[in-house]
């Protein structure tokens, strides 16, 4: 992956993501751009009348903040070994980053945002969705794959083969679970790339979702590969979901997702 987006802000959380956008740009030898948003939406108001305002003065320290803080980015990562450039945007995320995507290999964002759970179906690449305040770093040791056969697995699995590198590979798939490619085809996938995987068929106790995550809790994988679902916010709330139960999860891996 040599072209590498990522949302960048002020802040620990950002920090973050940005040391985790370098580090797999060192390993690649690719070239980050770094996306910083002022989204304008957020300080418009609505009244009741269907009249509307804009916050002006917020709305201008706001993006002169924002301005500073890419500036500052900008010179800090000139002197380094990764190769970067600063973009500035002033739109709803999603839509900022969808149009930076387009000819990107990956994006890297915060896990426990909204943002993560909507932005795989926006953009054609992977999206890499990481723990606040907590670097991802590269090569990996530990990866997890959460099988279910879908042509969603079978995306996030094919996109992250160049990220896999030696790492320990466990597929794991829940026992008598429907599936339209069984998941030992996952594993000779991964071997023809020359990565050796373990397959896991667990017994399905309670929701798939949390099947799954004791799985993980045993493995404690850096990383888990999974398909992005897409649900109405209502059938999320009432029901929750796969995707969004492991974007919530607050000691959980970083997931790298693709629709």
Same mark, same amino acid.
């Given at each position: ?45 609505v ?21 500073a ?51 795989p ?15 991802l770093?590269?090569?990996l ?6 099988w ?16 896999l590198g ?5 597929v ?20 023809r790339h ?34 992005? +679902? ?8 009432? +029901? ?5 139960? +492991?974007?919530?999860?607050?000691a ?8």
């Amino acid at each position: 992956m040599r072209s590498i987006l990522v949302h960048a802000e002020a802040g620990p959380a950002g920090r973050a993501r940005i040391d985790t956008a370098l580090s797999l740009a060192r390993m690649t030898r690719g070239h980050l751009t770094l996306l910083v948003d002022t989204p304008v939406s957020r300080y418009v108001a609505v009244d009741g009348l269907g009249g509307g305002f804009v916050a002006t003065d917020a709305l201008k320290d706001a993006i002169a903040g924002d301005d500073a803080f890419a500036r500052e980015i900008d010179s800090h990562l000139a002197r380094g070994d990764v190769r970067c450039d600063v973009v500035r945007a002033e739109r709803d995320p999603i839509d900022a980053l969808a149009d930076s995507a387009r000819l990107a290999d990956l994006v890297v964002v915060a896990r426990r945002e909204a943002l993560a759970s909507d932005l795989p179906l926006a953009v054609r690449c992977p999206v890499l969705a990481v723990n606040a305040e907590e670097t991802l770093t590269f090569p990996l040791t530990r990866v997890a794959v959460a099988w279910d056969g879908s042509v969603e697995a079978a995306t996030a699995l094919r996109s992250a083969v160049s990220l896999l590198g030696d790492a320990e590979v466990s597929v794991i798939t829940v026992e008598n679970a429907s599936a339209d490619f069984p998941a030992t085809d996952a594993v000779a996938y991964l071997s023809r790339h020359g990565i050796k995987a373990e397959l896991k068929v667990v017994e399905r106790v309670g929701a798939v979702q949390e099947t799954i995550a004791r799985e993980l809790g045993l493995l404690q994988p850096q990383l888990l590969v999974m398909g992005a +679902f897409r649900h109405s916010r209502l059938r999320e709330f009432l +029901f929750g979901g796969v995707t969004r139960f +492991f974007l919530d999860e607050p000691a959980g891996p970083a997931l790298l997702l693709a629709h």
